[in-house]
């Protein structure tokens, strides 16, 4: 008769932990020497099956090491997990090419509309412009809502949560669900750059999940970008040129939306 030690269990799954803790690291270290890595290329490395890989991904991601789009991934250096710069900041850079843009995109909104604004600095010069009207306006941007707080005939629903003060934005685990209860006619956006290929990036995951997410549930987006953004990228990749409805630009190359 075979007897089994109590904590045989636990040693199997001490064991277990430590490949998973030691796949992990080889993951990060393989991410930092080839910075974007896909799914496949890293199932081949480590010699596991893609699915372990994805479960890893998720755990690194929920950890803040790592940043996944597409099936691709990459590593988070510390330095750049909170790299962009501070609302104030971005109001003042290129400030009289974003106010033009904004006055520009007016010529979309019409009474009656339900449209979301996110939180940078250009929707926030187009939330300055915007006409008391008859609008029902959903941003996750504090600077906005304290904007059109002050209009009488503009509905504003505001996407609460925890307030990120250095963005100024809020962000809200429960987005989703609010997002279902909301038919959105107008997602007005902007980013910090557009990459050679179309991609779309932001500077940080707080406010390109809320730009990824809206990108899928309004029925048209609207880009305001100027001519800064072009050939750049930031630390999150959000989407492609090719999911967006209409784009106003101060550079006629992009001006596409009709």
Not at 115 to 122: E, F, G, Q, V, Y
Not at 192 to 199: K, L, N, R, T, V
Request: proline residues 2%.
């Amino acid at each position: 008769m075979l007897v089994r030690s109590p904590d045989a269990g636990a040693y199997r799954m001490m064991g277990r932990e430590k490949m998973k803790a030691a796949r992990q690291q080889a993951i990060v270290n393989l991410l930092i020497q080839y910075k974007s890595l896909t799914t496949e290329a890293l199932a081949a490395q480590l010699h596991v099956s893609k699915e372990t890989i994805r479960r890893d991904l998720s755990e690194l991601q929920i950890q803040g090491k790592v940043l996944r789009n597409h099936g691709r991934a990459k590593y988070i250096h510390r330095e750049n997990q909170d790299c962009g710069d501070p609302f104030h900041m971005r109001l003042k850079s290129h400030f009289a090419h974003k106010a033009d843009i904004a006055r520009e995109a007016l010529a979309w909104i019409d009474a009656g509309m339900v449209i979301a604004l996110d939180a940078s600095s250009t929707c926030w010069y187009l939330a300055r412009q915007l006409p008391d009207i008859d609008l029902q306006v959903f941003t996750n941007s504090h600077p906005i809502c304290l904007e059109l707080g002050k209009r009488e005939q503009i509905q504003l629903i505001s996407s609460g949560g925890k307030l990120e003060r250095k963005y100024g934005c809020y962000v809200n685990p429960s987005l989703i669900s609010q997002l279902k209860s909301l038919e959105i006619d107008l997602f007005i956006f902007s980013c910090e750059g557009i990459d050679s290929h179309g991609g779309l990036w932001d500077s940080n995951m707080v406010n390109a999940s809320f730009k990824s997410l809206l990108l899928k549930y309004a029925s048209q987006s609207l880009l305001l970008v100027d001519k800064s953004k072009f050939n750049r990228s930031g630390e999150a990749r959000f989407g492609h040129l090719d999911e967006v409805t209409h784009i106003v630009s101060d550079t006629k190359l992009f001006n596409i939306g009709s």
